[in-house]
């Protein structure tokens, strides 16, 4: 394949899983901001998705809909859904003739739908959470469509190589942005509505309830983030895909560029297999966190060293 | 029946309509009105919005990039299809490979022995001022002797039905995907039609090209590498170049994609480089290698040029046709087809005037408004005047033009393009129809697959076709 090709099949996978990824937490952060109206903030979140300065944030903090318009619908904001779409399909037209043309047209109805003016109404004015079920549920039709159409050669390694670096990092930043929150303002009794909204993001929240039997600890939280092998949204189960999908490129692999990559991929997850960081306190958490997703930053440039030719 | 639809479809004497012959419908559309002329306006808007739907939805779209993000456009493509007798086609497709064959054998003599100028047939001076003759193409051979592997013969038809040949595009015609996707539209808003009118099938057009462009490469290895080059996403035609990537099941490559090295090709793979030996190109000559043409292109690769020459790898369409599709050069067209094959043209060329000579340019300048005055090297519908549409003003600033470098400019009389139905606001109104049909031309002969691409002037009364004037297309029905 394509060096190119598969740099931007790599990306397809990463846009889309960002773009699932920030739809579910700003879902779950308009639920909450509904909940406990009095002093809900977005602050942290526009922190992470947005590139406004400081000053503009703080004007539209506390104001949902504005906040959510700029957020999914800004197209002057980089980090926007609405961008993150777009970029998606930029990237799928580059690849048009390795993807299926089912992906491509799921791909490209997604980037009209975000258009759409009934989405950009129902943000605005309407029912937020009807806009957000709709665009969750194309990003579903988008995995399906995935799964069940791509033969599985390199497209399709590459696809969930791009899928599961993405969520890995994502899942590791809404850990670490949680845990950070707590450190700066410790407020225990609400400790367990903040985990509760970040396993909702993650699709956790069943199975945490099933695994820890209600109990809410900080401790749990983090050993199903990082750990736990049945849930598809942990650290470690990202890894252990990305090992696995890489491992099927061996054929189609110059061998060194092999070798390094099993080397660093290998190493990040044996460094998060044998950690058991879920008893340290919070503070040592977090280091371990940021090592993380350095080391994830580090596979990314390698595989545009190795296999995309971005040298 | 729907009074509407057909009321009032004002049939101009002066120009010849493809359904209407006086007040009668035409033998080829019978079947056709027939079916629709029950149809409800409703029914005709509903089929009309799912058309554009399914372009829409399919992605079939070419995007104009302003202010930093794409906006999406569909190509117009008006519903009714345009309908051609089998008779008609026939004529239109001994014509058309008469006229390659001849243009082809052109090509390989202007790039070697030149007989045609020795001659006296074409004049040399017109050969060595066209800008598109490439010097660097002399005597160098290319595969099989075959230079126009794809071309896209533009024809238009008079107030008497005559079919003439308009433009002669060698180089890298584009909208053969628009035919392939006009036609998945047209089965899906009248069903059942196309096998009831027994329209003749046009997928067949990638099995072909690919085939043909493996061909090219046999003589090396039985297992050819083909690509097909294009500038990239942000291209007008990148839908098309995808779409023959994919029907062809070729790898869609782009100039940074591209490494020359000891005069062969290589593409850049996560499995480090891989040889290629065919290149269907969609990217223009003087893009294609900036060793030896524009130095500021990254659309090409450096060195392609002399991989080319050594034969080790295979270009379509071959570099330096345009000397053959030149609008100058287009006027001796039918001298070329008497001299190499000693033949009476079959189809017509529309009378052309170059303007470098004297007695034809005061000819010219006495009648301007009835003259359409076109650029030698440009396309697209640019850089024409129409005389008749013209100002006083425009017309005298064409003259200056004309004055200042004659060589760039023709002249041909006003041909008044033929009418077919169209389906806008609730009924049907005709409009200005071309007709550009596709010839592959490969090492075991010509073929053309029955269709192509009918572009409409959308306009009222324009008779300016190309997209970026306000054209459309059609689906274009061969029948059996």
């Known amino acids: 394949m394509l060096s190119r090709v598969a740099n931007s099949i790599c990306w397809i996978a990463r846009y889309m899983e960002r773009t699932n990824g920030m739809l579910r937490l700003l879902r779950t952060n308009y639920i909450s901001s509904q909940d406990e109206v009095a002093d809900f903030s977005w602050h942290s979140v526009l922190r992470l998705y947005s590139d406004l300065p400081l000053k503009q944030t703080e004007q539209i903090n506390n104001h949902s809909p504005k906040v959510l318009e700029h957020l999914i619908l800004d197209t002057n904001n980089t980090a926007s859904v609405c961008n993150n779409i777009y970029r998606s399909r930029e990237n799928a037209r580059a690849a048009q003739d390795h993807i299926t043309k089912e992906v491509w047209q799921c791909l490209n109805d997604y980037h009209h739908l975000i258009r759409d003016q009934q989405i950009h109404n129902q943000i605005r004015y309407g029912d937020p959470l009807t806009a957000f079920d709709t665009l969750i549920q194309h990003g579903m039709l988008y995995y399906g469509t995935v799964d069940s159409t791509m033969a599985r050669g390199e497209g399709f390694n590459y696809l969930n190589i791009g899928k599961f670096l993405e969520r890995a990092i994502l899942s590791a930043d809404m850990l670490n942005i949680n845990l950070t929150e707590l450190n700066n303002n410790p407020r225990p009794s609400t400790d367990a509505v903040e985990w509760r909204y970040l396993l909702y993001a993650l699709s956790g929240y069943e199975l945490y309830l099933k695994t820890y039997q209600g109990k809410f600890e900080t401790k749990n939280v983090v050993e199903q983030v990082l750990y736990d092998g049945n849930f598809p949204h942990s650290v470690l189960y990202c890894l252990q895909q990305l090992t696995r999908n ?22 990040t997850t044996n460094h998060v297999k044998y950690s058991n960081i879920e008893n340290a306190g919070e503070k040592s958490q977090q280091i371990f966190l940021q090592e993380i997703r350095s080391e994830l930053f580090h596979i990314a440039t390698a595989f545009n060293q190795f296999y995309f030719g971005n040298t | 029946m729907n009074e509407n639809l057909l009321k009032g479809y004002a049939n101009n004497n002066l120009i010849w309509d493809e359904m209407f012959d006086s007040s009668q419908i035409r033998s080829a559309y019978k079947n056709f009105v027939a079916a629709i002329e029950d149809l409800s306006t409703e029914q005709m808007n509903h089929k009309d919005d799912l058309a554009k739907k399914l372009f829409m939805s399919q992605g079939i779209t070419f995007t104009v990039y302003s202010s930093g993000e794409g906006i999406e456009k569909i190509f117009p493509f ?14 239109i497709e001994s014509g058309i490979k008469q006229r390659l064959k001849a243009l082809n054998i052109f090509l390989k003599d ?59 595009n060698l180089r890298t015609p584009s909208g053969v995907s628009y035919m392939l996707e006009n036609r998945g539209i047209t089965y899906r808003i009248f069903p059942d039609l196309l096998p009831r009118n027994n329209v003749r099938r046009v997928k067949e057009y990638p099995d072909l090209l690919l085939k043909n462009l493996m061909m090219l490469a046999n003589a090396k290895t039985s297992y050819p590498t083909v690509v097909l080059l294009s500038p990239g996403i942000y291209n007008s035609a990148y839908f098309e170049h995808t779409s023959l990537a994919r029907l062809m099941g070729i790898e869609l490559v782009e100039g940074s994609d591209l490494v020359v090295d000891n005069h062969i090709v290589y593409i850049k793979t996560t499995k480090g480089l891989k040889q290629i030996d065919v290149i269907y190109r969609r990217v223009d000559d003087e893009f294609l290698d900036p060793l030896v043409f524009r130095s500021d292109s990254i659309l090409g690769a450096s060195g392609i040029y002399s991989a080319y020459r050594k034969g080790n790898v295979a270009i379509v369409n071959a570099m330096g046709n345009g000397v053959a599709d030149d609008k100058a050069v287009y006027a001796y067209v039918p001298e070329m087809i008497k001299y190499y094959l000693n033949e009476e043209p079959i189809l017509k060329n529309v009378p052309t005037y170059q303007l470098e000579i004297p007695e034809y340019r005061k000819m010219v300048f006495e009648k301007m408004n009835e003259m359409v005055i076109k650029r030698t090297n440009e396309s697209g519908g640019y850089g024409m005047l129409i005389g008749n549409a013209a100002t006083e003003e425009q017309i005298e600033a064409f003259k200056i033009a004309i004055e200042a470098d004659p060589r760039n400019f023709i002249a041909q009389p006003i041909i008044n393009l033929s009418s077919a139905p169209c389906y806008i606001n609730g009924r049907l109104q005709p409009r200005r129809v071309d007709l550009r049909p596709f010839a592959l031309y490969g090492p075991n002969g010509i073929d053309i697959v029955p269709g192509g691409l009918t572009r409409v002037a959308l306009r009222e009364g324009s008779l300016v076709v190309n997209s970026s004037q306000g054209g459309g297309s059609k689906d274009t029905w061969v029948l059996g």
């Open chain 2, 110 to 168: 202007i790039y070697h022995q030149q007989f045609i100028i020795k001659d006296g047939i074409i004049p040399g001076k017109l050969i060595y001022s066209c800008p598109n003759f490439l010097r660097e193409m002399m005597n160098v051979d290319v595969p099989f002797d075959i230079y126009t592997h794809v071309a896209g013969i533009d024809l238009i038809r008079d107030d008497l039905g005559e079919f003439y040949v308009l433009e002669d």
């Open chain 2, 78 to 91: 008006d519903i009714i299809p345009r309908i051609i007798k089998a008779d008609e086609w026939k004529h």
């Open chain 1, 246 to 267: 890489f491992e099927r490129l061996k054929e189609e692999s110059l061998p060194d560029s092999y070798a390094e990559m099993e080397f660093l991929i290998g190493k």
